[in-house]
Structures are given as structure tokens and as C-alpha cells.
């Protein structure tokens, strides 16, 4: 079931998310799935600050670029030191390794995954309604894979590097299967460009041309909008 309550902005709505988060943990969460992007930094500011122990959780993200080492600004890995990992102890944090090689990371990743089921999935969600790098079209039997990067993707990346050679073209994602498999998720967006998405979502017919339409089978999805996201529902 998709749940929808409305927040004031991102602000809030990472607040919204703390809460719920802070609450899973203390009932006993142990694994959190995370992503990227600007919708859940204030959860992870929020994070930061808190006193909620994390010793013991672990994290999951779900994607990452392939090629480009973890010390590189643009990586996934340097965000999540950026935002939450250098700022908060956690018990071990795991994305997939954009420099191994197709099988290895796939496997290993797959491996990790199994050993740590997901207890809190944060999500964003893409305008064009994909979740992770599940781009429409996307499988929803899909598990972790390495996917060709869509070309307004690679071109909204162009402006965080010094030439369009070193943009990734692909990257590692965690599948539509895998994020299902979470006991909750947490979906968190803002803004008038996300209606058309969270229309998708919500209300549309469940159909692999928009990935996250598949959250409608899931039993627990919370869905943390503003009026400007929720304006075609
Ligand atoms: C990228 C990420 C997604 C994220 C989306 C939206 O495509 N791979 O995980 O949800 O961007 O990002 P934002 O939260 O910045 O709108």
C-alpha cells in the first residue's frame, strides 16, 4: 500500500523521514538502504546530528557510476562520506564498486544484499519515474545489473565534469526486485517537476514505463510530497 502525506519542502519532509527512521531503529532496524541525490540530504544532516546509535546498523546504497573511483567528487561513494558516513559511525556501509568488473560487482553485491536484508529503503525518485537508476523499461524482475545511462542523464551530468569524455555512460544499480524486497520504504519528493512521477506512482497503471509504479504492490510505502509534487493527484 502507497501511503502519501504531505510535508511543507525537502526540509520537512527530511525531518518526516528522521522520525521514521529513528523509529524503525529503535524496533529493531539493522539494515538501511540509502541513495542519493538532493532529496534525502536533510535526512542524513539529521542523521548526522542525532544521538540515535547507529553502531550497529547497516547501510545499502543502491547504485553507483561505474568508473569512477570512490575519491572521485562525482562518485556516490564520496557523496555518502560527504553527507553521512564521515560524520556519523555506523557498523559497515556498502555500495557497489564501480571500478570492479561487471560480474564481480554484480555477485558481490548480490551477496551482501542476501547477508543483509533490508529493513528501511530511503528512496528519490527520477522525473521520468525511475528509482535507483531503473530507468523506464527497466524489469520489474530485475536485481542488481549494470545499466547504460540515458542520454539526459549523462547530459545533466555534463556540468560536474571538466569534459564530456569523463561523464560514466554506466553504472551499477540495485534492481526493481531488490527494492521491493524491503520491509519498508521511504520515498521522499519535492517540486512541481516530480508530479507527473508521483502521479505514476500513486495512481497510474503499474507498467515497467514507469519503474516506481511497481511500489503499488508493495504492503508498507510512505510517500513524503509537497503540494507542488502532489499537484496532478
Ligand atoms: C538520480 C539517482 C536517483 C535519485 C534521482 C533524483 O537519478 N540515481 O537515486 O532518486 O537522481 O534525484 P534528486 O533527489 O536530486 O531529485
Redesign the pocket.
Known sequence: MVKVEYVADLNEAGQRAFDLVKESVLNGARVLGL?????PIRLYELLAQSDLDLSQVISVN??EYIGLESSHPQSYHYFMNEHLFSKKTLKASFLPDGMANEEKAVSEYERILKENPIDVQI????RNG????NEPGTSFNSRTHKVALTQS?IDANTRFFENSDQVPKFAYTMGLENILEAKKIILIACGENKAKAIHGLVKGDITELVPASILQKHNDVIVLIDEAAGSLL
Not at 35 to 39: E, K, V, Y
Not at 130 to 133: E, M, N, Q, R, T
Open positions: 541513495a542519493t541525490g538532493s532529496s543502491l547504485d528512496l528519490g525518485i527520477g525511475h528509482i535507483g537508476f542523464t
